[in-house]
């Protein structure tokens, strides 16, 4: 196993972060390693926003939940899918392209190109020792992510990535079992298969929630998970996009 490969293995959320913010350096080397990640048909369908405003950050902090790590980091970056410099590029080639921008496949691919830029963000941040948490919480409202960070039509601010510091090493969560996820040829459909498996990994989150909380809790992944998408949230979001003029067609 190459220290590649344990870094990636390696990865876990940290959500408290020591007050040093990132260098220069060590900000561009983060994002050229975000720009080094495959991108379809070499579209480069994203943007990274780096926000270092305090006043912004508490903003974002606050529509993300209260999360005190959005607004104390070491550095803090939104992924964006993009594709207004797109509908630059239209019209500086005096080209009609509203109905490739629009599509859903080109929506699709500015989420993938965004998704694939961020983990090499993330990759590079922790081969320098600096720990990452994914903030999916900007979500809640786009409306005013958008006030706060001036985004244009046909950009959707995805989520955040908060860099920094790690105050403290956080316990590796389990995932699932790779045979559940890894599959050969077509899709394992044997549903008994599915429930053992299921069941098998609810034993093993709820040995890690008794663990690491001291009996405390000891929840299963399928009941965190029922609960979790039981509760509706963030409907808004195919009106807001249609409203971006994106995955209109």
């Not at 080094?36 to 993300?64: C, N, P, R």
Request: charged share 25%; aromatic share 8%; with cysteine.
């Amino acid at each position: 196993m190459n220290q590649m490969i344990e870094t990636l293995l390696n990865h876990r959320s940290v959500r408290s972060f020591k007050s040093k913010a990132l260098d220069q350096e060590q900000i561009e080397a983060i994002v050229k390693s975000a720009q080094a990640a495959s991108t379809s048909s070499f579209i480069q369908a994203y943007s990274i926003i780096g926000v270092t405003d305090q006043e912004k950050k508490d903003k974002l902090a606050e529509i993300a939940g209260n999360q005190s790590y959005v607004a104390a980091n070491g550095h803090f970056f939104v992924f964006c899918a993009d594709l207004h410099r797109h509908k630059v590029i239209a019209e500086m080639e005096k080209a009609d392209l509203d109905d490739s921008i629009e599509s859903t496949e080109k929506f699709m691919v500015a989420l993938i190109d965004a998704a694939l830029a961020a983990q090499n963000a993330a990759v590079a941040a922790e081969s320098m020792g600096l720990g990452i948490c994914y903030i999916g919480g900007i979500r809640n409202d786009l409306e005013a992510v958008k006030e706060v960070l001036k985004t244009p039509e046909h950009v959707i601010p995805l989520f955040g990535m908060a860099v920094g510091y790690p105050e403290q090493e956080t316990d590796l969560k389990p995932r699932l079992a790779m045979e559940h996820i890894y599959m050969e040829n077509e899709y394992l459909q044997d549903r008994s298969v599915f429930e053992k498996q299921l069941h098998t990994y609810n034993e093993t989150t709820s040995e890690y929630y008794r663990a690491r909380t001291g009996g405390k809790r000891e929840d299963t992944w399928t009941g965190q998970m029922a609960r979790m998408l039981g509760r509706k949230s963030r409907m808004y979001m195919k009106e807001f996009v249609e409203k971006q003029n994106l995955n209109k067609k």
